[in-house]
């Protein structure tokens, strides 16, 4: 196994590292982390499942114009005096606002919370003072978070909130880097953390939280009450065929099979909206989310966010709507790097050298740190062979030493390191 070193480091200097990155101004939606898709220059927010909301929307307007071609037809003629317009009228109005309530829903920001460019600083979090046992246990005992790959191994992965008088642990989102606030919890769906997150529903496409649940309710209770009106007056006009024609209801169904067909999608969607509707009006009513009542199981005496019926329904729809933490409008600066990698720390722009061995066909790419890893082992290894010492086996990987050797005399060739070196 032959190893070729080539190395870029010789041709570096100081004009090359400075045009290795340039500097551009775009709308921070362009930039965005999460997996939203932006519309009207990032005026409107939806989820990456946008395309259920088409859907959605078809399965709410196609009866409802079923409903006004073929069934208010024939209830207008039964009531005159202009009342039976008003058949025609109310479902057509009501649909309207049942499809701008699911825009309100799934065109906003839902209660996004924004990412930390790096992780809490140690001395951000305090230096113990206060800190609950089961916090510094779980900050000094685990190995897992010593072990984080991203680097945040003294940041411990959960801390106590006091809310409402009672003790709440909010954990670490290692994607957002930041301490979830209480009842906040991350979407892997949106990749976004989501204050008072409720749940993902895919019929909107959107996440339900915060800024967006009293919209989503209202389009929930209100598609019900579509539907029992769509299925009330279908089976009028049924009753009225039966009546006219002297048939029994089969008939009835034959002679209008647009009713019939409305009958049996409204009951069924009924049962579907309106289960969601009385579930949403219990978890309203003791304050709670879709995620805490599965997770958490509250009841009255736990639930530290209850504040009685009144309180807890008048915060859901008589509470101030929270402004957006987020300008995605708002013009960012974008790096676009370009030749040599790059590290930004601090202020400082450090250069990286970049090493491509080609070994039997194949490239690795070996930056400058691990380089000096490298030069550590040759240095080991060469002391070792002077001594007439066995060289002790390594953990990098089960090819055994005898590859991992031939790899660094290939390095050990380029940096003028090999001289102390046996052939194994």
Not at 356 to 383: F, M, N, Y
Request: charge should be positive; include cysteine; hydrophobic fraction near 40%.
């Amino acid at each position: 196994m032959e190893g070729k070193v080539v190395s870029d480091h010789d041709n570096m200097n100081k004009d090359t590292t400075e045009k290795e990155y340039k500097v551009t101004i775009k709308r921070a939606y362009k930039v965005w982390q999460g997996k939203n898709i932006f519309f009207f220059g990032g005026r409107l927010v939806f989820g990456p499942d946008i395309k259920s909301l088409i859907l959605t929307i078809l399965l709410i307007v196609t009866p409802v114009i079923l409903f006004c071609v073929c069934v208010s037809q024939r209830l207008i003629h039964e009531f005159p005096n202009g009342l039976g317009i008003a058949f025609v009228v109310i479902p057509a109005v009501f649909t309207a606002y049942i499809v701008l309530l699911l825009f309100l829903t799934s065109g906003r920001d839902p209660g996004i919370i924004p990412r930390n460019a790096r992780p809490p600083d140690p001395e951000d979090e305090g230096d113990g003072a206060g800190m609950s046992m089961s916090t510094y246990m779980s900050m000094s005992m685990s190995v897992d978070w010593a072990a984080n790959p991203n680097g945040a191994s003294t940041i411990p992965p959960t801390k106590d909130v006091c809310v409402n008088g009672k003790i709440v642990k909010v954990k670490y989102c290692h994607t957002c880097m930041l301490y979830r606030p209480p009842r906040c919890s991350h979407c892997s769906i949106c990749n976004n953390c989501v204050e008072r997150f409720d749940h993902h529903c895919p019929w909107v496409g959107q996440c339900i939280g915060k800024r967006n649940y009293r919209f989503f309710f209202m389009f929930v209770s209100s598609t019900t009450m579509l539907c029992l009106y769509v299925l009330v007056f279908c089976c009028i006009n049924i009753r009225k065929i039966m009546l006219d024609e002297h048939c029994n209801i089969w008939k009835a169904f034959a002679e209008s099979s647009a009713s019939a067909f409305l009958i049996v999608y409204t009951f069924i969607a009924v049962w579907f909206v309106g289960g969601l509707t009385a579930f949403h009006m219990y978890l309203i009513s003791t304050n709670q989310t879709t995620y805490e009542n599965f997770r958490y199981r509250y009841d009255g005496k736990t639930n530290p966010h209850n504040r009685g019926f009144v309180g807890n329904v008048a915060e859901i729809f008589f509470s101030k709507i929270p402004a957006s933490r987020n300008n995605f409008r708002a013009k960012v600066k974008d790096l676009s790097f370009s030749g040599l990698s790059t590290s930004l720390s601090r202020g400082r722009t450090t250069p990286k050298t970049s090493i491509d061995i080609e070994t039997g066909g194949k490239r690795q790419a070996v930056d400058a740190e691990e380089l000096d890893d490298i030069q550590s082992q040759i240095g080991s290894i060469a002391s070792l062979d002077r001594c007439g010492t066995e060289p002790r086996h390594t953990n990098l990987g089960q090819n055994g030493d005898w590859e991992i050797t031939r790899d660094i005399h290939a390095l050990a060739a380029e940096f003028g390191s090999h001289q102390g070196l046996k052939d194994t």
